[in-house]
């Protein structure tokens, strides 16, 4: 009796339903969980060829090529037409303009144009009459510009010799070596006054004894000075009014039978080699060092 009351009270189990399905009609039924997971593509919109066509496209592009050709195309249309004499064409909105600069003559062209054959003669005229303009002419005549450029070398020449200031500003010596290696350089390098033009030679082989510089070999005009009896610091100087003056130094081991065995450091003296393919242009000192050191211990 119990079992059977409990049994009634139970829940009804349920049935399962076989659904028998034709394999013949190419359907396989797949539970709805294996449907969750796979992709359904988005469905593809038509492509508008007419509107698309009308677009540059991207550069590099099947469409960007056909849209360039459509409109090197039109344009090539258009100056055909206008070249017939076609008027009131519409105007092409795809055109490209090209930006063209707007052509301007230089100078020594319109100079050219204006001179023909003599336009360097009239040039250099110009140039002539621009130096001697008193614009142009910078006004150095009056004290205060005067006293500017002598303060202005000083510093030049302080700032030269910064190394060996104390040396240069209170060794006699020193100072006399400077005034002799610039005349001498002037007889060398520069414009001399002779009584017949002499033969420029290699070298001039000069030597210092300490009061004068005494020549050994060669004679002024000369290609080269070389400098012997100098010490280090004597030579550092000479370096730096080389720089100075503008002329080129160089230190090297001279063979010479006039060198003492002690004293086979050489200092070379030499003008730029631009003056040299100058023809008529000679070196010359811009101001004089040995001045300026003179003032600069009287003051």
């Given at each position: 009796?119990?079992?059977?009351?409990?049994?009634?009270?139970?829940?009804?189990?349920?049935?399962?339903?076989?659904?028998?399905?034709?394999?013949?009609?190419?359907?396989?039924?797949?539970?709805?969980?294996?449907?969750?997971?796979?992709?359904?593509?988005?469905?593809?919109?038509?492509?508008?060829?007419?509107?698309?066509?009308?677009?540059?496209?991207?550069?590099?592009?099947?469409?960007?090529?056909?849209?360039?050709?459509?409109?090197?195309?039109?344009?090539?249309?258009?100056?055909?037409m206008s070249a017939q004499g076609e008027q009131n064409?519409?105007?092409?909105?795809?055109?490209?303009?090209?930006?063209?600069?707007?052509?301007?003559?230089?100078?020594?062209?319109?100079?050219?144009?204006?001179?023909?054959?003599?336009?360097?003669?009239?040039?250099?005229?110009?140039?002539?009459?621009r130096e001697l303009s008193p614009r142009a002419r910078?006004?150095?005549?009056?004290?205060?510009?005067?006293?500017?450029?002598?303060?202005?070398?000083?510093?030049?020449?302080?700032?030269?010799?910064?190394?060996?200031?104390?040396?240069?500003?209170?060794?006699?010596?020193?100072?006399?070596?400077?005034?002799?290696?610039?005349?001498?350089?002037?007889?060398?390098?520069?414009?001399?006054?002779?009584?017949?033009?002499?033969?420029?030679?290699?070298?001039?082989?000069?030597?210092?004894?300490?009061?004068?510089?005494?020549?050994?070999?060669?004679?002024?005009?000369?290609?080269?000075?070389?400098?012997?009896?100098?010490?280090?610091?004597?030579?550092?100087?000479?370096?730096?009014?080389?720089?100075?003056?503008?002329?080129?130094?160089?230190?090297?081991?001279?063979?010479?039978?006039?060198?003492?065995?002690?004293?086979?450091?050489?200092?070379?003296?030499?003008?730029?080699?631009?003056?040299k393919c100058r023809a008529g242009v000679v070196w010359?000192?811009?101001?004089?060092?040995?001045?300026?050191?003179?003032?600069?211990?009287?003051?």
């Amino acid at each position: 009796m119990e079992s059977s009351h409990l049994q009634s009270l139970s829940p009804p189990r349920q049935q399962s339903v076989m659904i028998d399905v034709p394999m013949h009609s190419g359907f396989l039924y797949r539970p709805a969980s294996w449907r969750i997971g796979s992709r359904e593509r988005a469905p593809k919109h038509e492509r508008d060829s007419l509107r698309s066509r009308s677009k540059e496209g991207r550069p590099g592009s099947r469409k960007h090529r056909r849209w360039t050709r459509s409109v090197e195309l039109v344009s090539s249309l258009r100056r055909v037409m206008s070249a017939q004499g076609e008027q009131n064409l519409p105007q092409d909105e795809d055109a490209v303009e090209e930006a063209r600069q707007e052509y301007r003559p230089s100078a020594f062209y319109r100079l050219l144009e204006h001179e023909g054959a003599n336009a360097l003669d009239a040039w250099a005229e110009a140039e002539r009459k621009r130096e001697l303009s008193p614009r142009a002419r910078p006004k150095m005549n009056t004290a205060k510009n005067a006293a500017w450029l002598a303060e202005e070398r000083r510093r030049h020449v302080r700032r030269s010799f910064q190394d060996v200031w104390q040396y240069v500003s209170h060794d006699e010596s020193c100072r006399d070596l400077i005034a002799k290696l610039e005349d001498q350089t002037q007889n060398a390098f520069g414009v001399c006054e002779r009584t017949e033009p002499a033969e420029e030679t290699l070298q001039w082989l000069l030597s210092w004894d300490g009061n004068q510089l005494v020549s050994q070999s060669g004679a002024p005009p000369a290609e080269e000075i070389l400098l012997l009896g100098l010490d280090p610091v004597q030579r550092k100087v000479v370096h730096q009014l080389a720089r100075l003056i503008g002329l080129q130094s160089e230190s090297r081991i001279c063979e010479s039978e006039f060198a003492l065995a002690s004293q086979r450091k050489a200092l070379a003296l030499r003008p730029p080699r631009s003056l040299k393919c100058r023809a008529g242009v000679v070196w010359a000192a811009p101001f004089s060092v040995s001045e300026v050191l003179a003032n600069v211990v009287e003051s």
